[in-house]
């Protein structure tokens, strides 16, 4: 294996989660029948330039198919801040009706709602055929394509040329991450600004954030990285921002590297020596990676195991990619786990992948009435606590299993 970014081959192996499917092919009762495709779940960071990433062994395409089930819009949390961002950005850009956003990687809407209710023209560029059609539903224009240059010379040339360029937690999902920050820099106009939101490096490491590894994320990305690979594509990080979504996250501002307002942000210096002083750029920052993973699945395993022989159900909540990370790598199975609970109903009534696990709507905890419930997507929980607490189960055991396994007694 070579990097992806610069094409050495000094990739030592950091993190080996074994294999699993794609952690977004939920399975219908059909397709259970049917055996799955598995594919090794092994994270590399490159010597020379240090960008994390995973070993490839499936193509975007297979990933981000028209069976793909993650829509944004299920979480009122995420739907908040895509809220508050819009309106921040149309304050600090002055955006208005005769602006042009484009959103890449649109998925349902969640975001260019918001634009669009501010009447300001939009454009979402969304592969998934599934997130695609419930943005046109939202009345949203989306083009159904992943983006490329070709793709953005070809809107440039139809005058679609963007104010703001938003690509949120996308970075990860491209395999050729040169051609798409370059086709971003190609749909921005001469004094245009690109924002990006990606989980920030530093989390997963710090706070054993493995379960963030799956095969749709092929890097893992630290601020410098990206300064790094903006200064190739001809873009200047302008400023940076720490986020909480995603269990801690970065935002980018980023400008043509030509545009005469290059001003740097102290922040931008702030975070970077922060990772240097972290020591993002060695490789004993990464020694400690796999056995603290296995150190949680392990203490999952004991957990549920314990709970068999005294006779407690627990079940699950939240069928997020995380939570198949989670359980293929710790080889859970339902005699274990016996459904996960989940709001979407694209969800509902299939099973995850590789654990075969049902899933069920959140009503269905009632009747069950577990005597504790996993919640998988861990920075969600609050969210999740809430809502579950205002239905009528007995239980008040709550766990979650990053960095290490908690249990809650609310």
Not at 50 to 75: H, K, M, P, T
Not at 108 to 125: E, H, R, T, V, W
Not at 171 to 176: N, Q
Not at 395 to 410: F, K, M, W
Request: glycine share 6%.
């Amino acid at each position: 294996m070579k990097c992806r970014l610069c094409g050495s081959g000094d990739l030592p192996l950091i993190l080996d989660l074994g294999t699993a499917p794609p952690s977004n092919a939920f399975l219908t009762p059909m397709m259970l029948r049917r055996p799955e495709k598995y594919f090794p779940l092994r994270v590399r960071v490159c010597q020379s330039c240090w960008l994390v990433q995973a070993e490839a062994y499936s193509r975007a395409a297979e990933l981000f198919n028209e069976e793909y089930a993650y829509f944004s819009s299920f979480s009122t949390a995420w739907l908040a801040h895509a809220e508050a961002y819009s309106h921040e950005v149309i304050s600090r850009l002055s955006l208005n009706a005769s602006s042009h956003v484009i959103e890449v990687a649109a998925n349902d809407g969640y975001l260019l709602q918001y634009f669009k209710a501010a009447g300001i023209p939009s454009l979402g560029i969304e592969p998934t055929a599934s997130t695609a059609g419930a943005a046109r539903q939202r009345g949203i224009e989306i083009v159904q394509d992943f983006l490329t240059v070709s793709l953005a010379q070809q809107l440039v040339a139809d005058g679609r040329s963007a104010d703001l360029v938003v690509a949120n937690n996308v970075l990860a999902h491209v395999p050729d991450l040169l051609d798409f920050v370059d086709a971003c820099r190609i749909l921005l106009k001469p004094h245009g600004v690109l924002t990006c939101e990606f989980p920030h490096l530093m989390n997963l490491v710090e706070q054993n954030q493995f379960d963030t590894v799956y095969h749709e994320h092929f890097y893992y990305l630290s601020l410098q990285i990206v300064v790094d690979l903006f200064e190739k594509c001809g873009l200047h990080v302008s400023d940076a921002e720490e986020l909480g979504t995603h269990g801690g996250s970065l935002r980018v501002w980023a400008i043509p590297s030509r545009c005469v307002r290059r001003a740097t942000q102290p922040a931008v210096d702030s975070l970077l020596r922060r990772e240097r002083d972290a020591g993002l750029q060695s490789l004993q920052y990464y020694s400690q990676m796999q056995s603290r993973a296995e150190s949680t699945k392990q203490q999952l395993l004991e957990y549920l195991l314990a709970a068999v022989r005294e006779g407690r159900r627990v079940c699950g909540y939240g069928a997020a990619a995380k939570a198949n990370t989670l359980l293929n790598f710790a080889g859970i199975k339902p005699d274990l786990l016996s459904v996960v609970a989940d709001q979407s109903p694209h969800k509902i009534g299939k099973h995850l992948p590789g654990s075969r696990i049902p899933i069920v709507p959140p009503a269905a905890l009632v009747d069950r009435q577990p005597s504790a419930i996993m919640i998988f997507p861990w920075n969600l929980r609050f969210e999740i606590i809430s809502q579950l607490r205002r239905m009528p189960i007995d239980s008040r055991e709550y766990i979650t299993c990053i960095p290490s396994l908690t249990i809650a007694q609310i």
